[in-house]
C-alpha cells in the first residue's frame, strides 16, 4: 500500500468553525490531491497540487483553501465549514508526468466530517 | 464539464452470479481509463489502467474492456463472492492528467 495517511479521520464540527485536515505521504510523489465524496457524485476534484507551494484549483474549490510547504504534506482548510461540506474527503498522490504515461492516483484511508 | 457515467447505479447478486457494468466516457481528449474498486471505509483500490482501444485486462475473476471510439467500457465479474462487494468506480484520465470519475456502481452479493 502507498503510504499515505490522513489526520484526523473523524470529525465533528459546528457551522462557521474553521477546520484543517491532512493528508500526509511517505513516497515523495509529487502531485497530491484532495478530492470529496458525495452519494450520487462519485468523487470531486477540489483542490490539487504539483509541488511545493504549486497549488490550483479543482471542480468543487469553492469554500477549500489548501497549503503545500512539504512535499509530504497538504493541507485542506475550510475557513468556515458548512454543512453542505459534510463528506467523506480523500488525498491522493501521483507522480504523473515523472515517466508515467497516464495518471495513476493512490488514495489515502478518507476523512469524514460532519458539519453540524 | 466532461460526463463520465456509470450504470447501473447498484447491483444485487447472488453469490455465484456473473455480473457486469458500464462506464461511459466522452471519446475525445481521451489518455486512459481507470477502474478503482471501494469498499467502505477503505480507500479506493485500483483495479486496472487502460489505454488503447480493444485493451482487455483481466485480475483472477475480474476483467475489463475498453472501447475508446465509442467510449465506454465494461467490468466483468465471474461467479460473484460476497467478498466482491464494494462500489466500482472507473475514471476518464483526459491528456491534461485530470482523472474524471463516474458515480459508481454499488455492487452488493448475497451469500
Known amino acids: 500500500d502507498a503510504g499515505i495517511t490522513q489526520s484526523p479521520r473523524h470529525k465533528v464540527t459546528e457551522t462557521g468553525t474553521p477546520v484543517t485536515l491532512r493528508c500526509h505521504q511517505t513516497?515523495?510523489?509529487?502531485?497530491m490531491y484532495w478530492y470529496r465524496q458525495d452519494p450520487g457524485h462519485g468523487l470531486r476534484l477540489i483542490h490539487y497540487?504539483?509541488?511545493?507551494?504549486d497549488t490550483d484549483k479543482g471542480e468543487v474549490s469553492d469554500g477549500y483553501s489548501v497549503s503545500r510547504s512539504k512535499t509530504e504534506d497538504f493541507l485542506l482548510t475550510l475557513e468556515s465549514a458548512t454543512s453542505s461540506q459534510t463528506s467523506v474527503y480523500f488525498c491522493a498522490i501521483s507522480e504523473w508526468g515523472a515517466g508515467k504515461s497516464y495518471n495513476e492516483q493512490f488514495f489515502g484511508p478518507g476523512t469524514r466530517l460532519t458539519v453540524l | 464539464i466532461l460526463n463520465v457515467e456509470q450504470s447501473p447505479q447498484s447491483l444485487h447478486v447472488q453469490e455465484g452470479d456473473s455480473t457486469n457494468f458500464t462506464c461511459s466516457f466522452p471519446s475525445s481528449n481521451f489518455y486512459a481509463l481507470h477502474w478503482y474498486r471501494w469498499e467502505t471505509a477503505k480507500s479506493p483500490e485500483a483495479l486496472f489502467v487502460m489505454t488503447l482501444n480493444g485493451d482487455e485486462k483481466k485480475k483472477g475473476r475480474i476483467s475489463a474492456t475498453l472501447n475508446t471510439k465509442e467510449g465506454y467500457s465494461y467490468l466483468y465479474i465471474k461467479g460473484s463472492q460476497p467478498e466482491d462487494s464494494a462500489t466500482y468506480l472507473c475514471a476518464f484520465n483526459n491528456q491534461g492528467g485530470k482523472l474524471i470519475f463516474g458515480q459508481g456502481t454499488e455492487l452488493s452479493v448475497k451469500p
Open positions: 513516497e515523495n510523489h509529487r502531485y
Open positions: 497540487s504539483y509541488g511545493v507551494k
